[in-house]
């Protein structure tokens, strides 16, 4: 793994923290601490008897000194001190993100107008099946993704990379794509036009509908003056399962696996162009806008 591999992969980091406070915690708890207590009752022992020394010898011994004598030797260092305090935090953080809950940010259009450059999304970690946290193994199964689910992944040519996309083909689905119109075992999608969409950034308007997948509605957009996508055959693991012809393509979904794509259909790289995911690639269920700086009306829950 790369250095720029690992300076990203957060929960890589936070793993190596959480281990490394936890020892030196552990180690001052049960040890140096201990230590400590032991020096301090050698010194207060020795204190004590010189104190009692001068007593005898008719002469007042000073005893204001004793307390800051045992607080000094009982101090803390510095290094162990902070250790000991960001333990609790980091570790509580990194079992809330590792199995429970992790915040992303969107980067990019490819999931409006569902998603928006700059919400920060909650995204579920155990509706998947609980994984290992750093290499995202799966230990104990929960749920499968299902058609419209929007889901964070490993990118697959880049797995130091998190894709968002939404389920469009579950393992074993027949997926075609013709005319910009999704047909899944068969079955075409029911689709309802909408108002034109206002891209504020690009001050321009794309084609705008609800598409019901497997009872999920949402909303696609389309450019009526791109290609349904750059049609030549792609040479990702399980290609063969595909045909792509002028434009258009057909796919079985291999086992195990599941076909993405973007809800801004032509301007999202997505299974069209990479590829299958595989489950072990599978990061959770994206569920939830908790803030966008610049739009705090978009915070909710979304399909």
Excluded at 5 to 17: E, K, Q, S, T
Aim: with cysteine; proline share 5%; hydrophobic share 45%.
């Amino acid at each position: 793994m790369s250095l720029q591999a690992i300076l990203g992969n957060f929960a890589l980091i936070l793993f190596v923290l959480t281990v490394v406070t936890g020892v030196i915690w552990f180690l001052d708890v049960f040890f140096l601490a201990k230590q400590r207590r032991a020096h301090a009752n050698v010194a207060l022992a020795e204190y004590d008897a010189r104190n009692a020394r001068l007593a005898a010898d008719g002469i007042k011994p000073d005893a204001s000194g004793r307390a800051a004598l045992e607080a000094g030797i009982l101090r803390q260092p510095t290094w162990i001190e902070y250790s000991g305090s960001f333990f609790p935090v980091i570790a509580l953080v990194f079992v809330l993100r590792s199995f429970l809950y992790e915040p992303f940010k969107i980067p990019s259009s490819s999931m409006v107008p569902t998603l928006l450059v700059g919400d920060l999304i909650l995204v579920n970690k155990y509706t998947y099946g609980i994984r290992l946290p750093v290499i995202n193994k799966k230990i104990l199964d929960v749920n499968d993704p299902k058609r419209g689910d929007v889901m964070v992944f490993k990118y697959p040519e880049d797995l130091s990379l998190d894709y968002i996309k939404r389920v469009v083909g579950v393992p074993g689905d027949k997926i075609a794509y013709k005319n910009k119109r999704l047909t899944v075992n068969g079955k075409a999608l029911p689709y309802a036009q909408l108002a034109d969409y206002l891209d504020e950034g690009r001050l321009s308007y794309s084609q705008q509908l609800t598409e019901n997948l497997n009872g999920v509605a949402h909303r696609i957009l389309n450019d009526e003056g791109a290609p349904a996508f750059a049609s030549n055959e792609r040479n990702f693991p399980g290609h063969e399962l595909c045909s792509f012809n002028a434009g258009d393509f057909a796919c079985t979904v291999p086992p195990g696996s599941y076909f993405m794509m973007g809800d801004n259909r032509d301007n999202s790289l997505d299974s069209r162009y990479w590829g299958f995911v595989p489950d072990q690639n599978i990061v959770g269920k994206a569920f939830f806008v908790w803030m966008n700086f610049g739009n705090l009306k978009r915070i909710g829950s979304f399909q």
